[in-house]
């Protein structure tokens, strides 16, 4: 969010891009940054967040629940004072609250099986309750192997593609065997029995709804 905020900044003093429609666009992390950077003063025309957390509290002790379960309840202060004495008073924006202050359109996208940030945790769409931007529209992906943190990036043909092949288990397995440091050789073999056009292959249809959304969203 304040590397977000510093380049707005920028786009806004320079002389070649002061003047042009200015929008966010962010996913994971950048999904946060995308919404919390509304808390500021900046002329963004539209927002689109994909698997963003609310704030960076709660994403870590959602991570701290996953690691620990009820035994890591009690780290929470510890993670408070880390996340303030590390960032300031920028630890407490939340996304949530950009998306209210601005008013401006926002397109919220999440899985329903999103395992890095919860859907009905850390998410900014598990928040909905709490955002009276009247702009926001909600688009929520729960298509099996589609339906993950960045899954519903690919086509369906990459997901049966996926489920056959067993790929992110495999690299899971790889990682699990060589304690997180996989050997350049043996990553290299894994890649090269990918089919790397299916892999890399964005849905056109993801593509299109952001497109329209920004398009229906200029002046």
Not at 19 to 42: I, T
Not at 126 to 148: C, L, M, Q, W
Not at 154 to 161: L, M, N
Request: charged share 30%.
């Amino acid at each position: 969010m304040i590397d977000l905020d510093n380049a707005l900044d920028v786009a806004e003093s320079d002389p070649r891009m002061k003047d042009m429609d200015k929008y966010v666009l962010g996913h994971s992390w950048g999904g946060y940054a995308a919404a919390a950077v509304l808390n500021f003063d900046h002329d963004i025309k539209a927002c689109v967040t994909m698997s963003g957390y609310n704030s960076p509290y709660e994403k870590l002790t959602e991570f701290c629940d996953e690691q620990y379960g009820i035994l890591g309840k009690p780290i929470y202060p510890i993670i408070w004072l880390y996340n303030k004495a590390t960032f300031g008073k920028d630890s407490s924006w939340k996304a949530v609250d950009g998306i209210n202050k601005s008013g401006i359109p926002v397109e919220i996208m999440h899985g329903t099986a999103d395992d890095v940030i919860q859907y009905n945790g850390a998410a900014i769409i598990a928040h909905k309750d709490e955002i009276t931007n009247p702009n926001v529209k909600y688009v929520t992906f729960s298509d099996d192997g589609r339906n993950g943190h960045s899954s519903y990036f690919t086509t369906a043909e990459y997901a049966k593609y996926e489920a056959e092949e067993r790929i992110d288990e495999r690299y899971e397995e790889l990682e699990e065997k060589y304690d997180g440091e996989i050997p350049h050789d043996v990553l290299v073999e894994f890649c090269s029995g990918i089919d790397q056009e299916l892999y890399n292959t964005c849905d056109e249809d993801f593509v299109e709804m952001i497109d329209s959304f920004f398009k229906e969203n200029t002046n």
